[in-house]
């Protein structure tokens, strides 16, 4: 039996249009997307799009790095491809909804101050069941790269600010910071901000640091509610806190029963843990954060020695110097001077 070339190509496509429609029960867009974004309708003719509208421009969007998406949306607080800060007060409502809707490779992570606003997230184009709601003030919305949120109802007094990172962080979820959360997550986000906007020495060592702290702290908020012991938590897990409550108290803080206190263990078990893990001692850390301070007052401030020294908690300004002298072979006024 033979077949006409004309009925072989009109079975051809159909065979085509069945299998895709054949995807799209089966697996759903997203799988129909990679393999079969149209498909010939021999009933209407015509080439026809399958999928919705909405989502096949989601897909076709082009992806953002941090450094491509700041110059697209002329963000200013921003260093590199690694770290920006933005305050959403300072965007009109239209232009923030927007800018959420782009696909990016970088953790997004926004912290409500005031006010509140409607929140949705997309995976593969489609929002995800349960994640319509309203973020409303302490709310802490951390969002992973390959996620895209949506927002509306903004109110009129809604507030936020907004960290972008290029670093893997415990993402799609929203937080409800207790106020001690709520103050350190601020004084990161405002840090942060500082650092990108102004000129450092230390610039890079100065934002990973921080980075670092605000993924620790994120990773320590599922814990707000659960004390810390050491049945219940890895030592590394330990160690992690331990370095945000030092990031937080180096500057008046500076004894082992302090932290350990905190950490609901004693200063003995902290000391050998924190050198098992590190390599370095307690007094390691907390010397290398108030050297690296005095550095960054003597350049970027106009600071005296002596309010320098109270300051950073010193019992007197000759005990800042003979502590600098240590460490940088001169004393913190010669130092200034070579700057």
Do not use: W
């Amino acid at each position: 039996m033979l077949i006409s070339v004309d009925n072989y190509l009109n079975f051809l496509i159909f065979s085509r249009y069945l299998v895709g429609k054949l995807l799209l029960i089966t697996f759903g867009y997203q799988v129909l997307y990679i393999f079969y974004p149209f498909f010939y309708c021999p009933f209407q003719n015509k080439i026809v799009n399958l999928c919705p509208t909405k989502n096949m421009g989601l897909m076709k969007q082009q992806v953002y790095n941090l450094k491509e998406f700041a110059a697209r949306h002329h963000l200013e607080s921003i260093f590199g491809a690694y770290a920006a800060h933005i305050h959403i007060d300072d965007l009109c409502e239209k232009d923030f909804i927007e800018m959420a809707l782009e696909r990016t490779l970088f953790t997004k992570l926004m912290l409500v101050n005031r006010g509140s606003i409607r929140m949705g997230i997309l995976q593969h184009g489609v929002e995800t069941e349960k994640s319509d709601r309203m973020l409303s003030a302490s709310e802490l919305l951390v969002v992973s790269p390959k996620h895209i949120v949506t927002f509306s109802d903004m109110s009129d007094d809604f507030e936020a600010e907004i960290i972008f990172v290029d670093e893997e962080i415990a993402a799609d979820v929203v937080y409800q910071l207790s106020d001690d959360k709520l103050k350190s997550a601020l004084d990161i986000f405002h840090m942060i901000g500082d650092i990108v906007r102004h000129q450092h020495i230390n610039k890079v060592e100065m934002i990973q640091s921080m980075v670092n702290v605000l993924k620790l702290l994120v990773s320590e908020l599922p814990y707000e509610n659960v004390t810390i012991t050491r049945d219940l938590k890895h030592k590394k897990d330990v160690y992690e806190i331990f370095l945000h409550l030092l990031y937080r108290h180096f500057r008046t803080e500076r004894q082992i029963r302090f932290y350990a206190d905190k950490l609901n263990v004693s200063a003995p078990y902290l000391s050998r843990m924190i050198k098992d893990i590190s390599g370095t001692t307690v007094n390691d850390h907390i010397s290398s954060l108030l050297y690296k301070e005095i550095c960054n007052l003597l350049h970027q401030t106009d600071m005296s020695m002596g309010e320098i020294s109270t300051y950073l908690n010193f019992s007197d300004q000759s005990a800042m110097t003979n502590f600098f002298k240590i460490r940088a072979g001169m004393t913190p006024l010669a130092y200034r001077n070579q700057l």
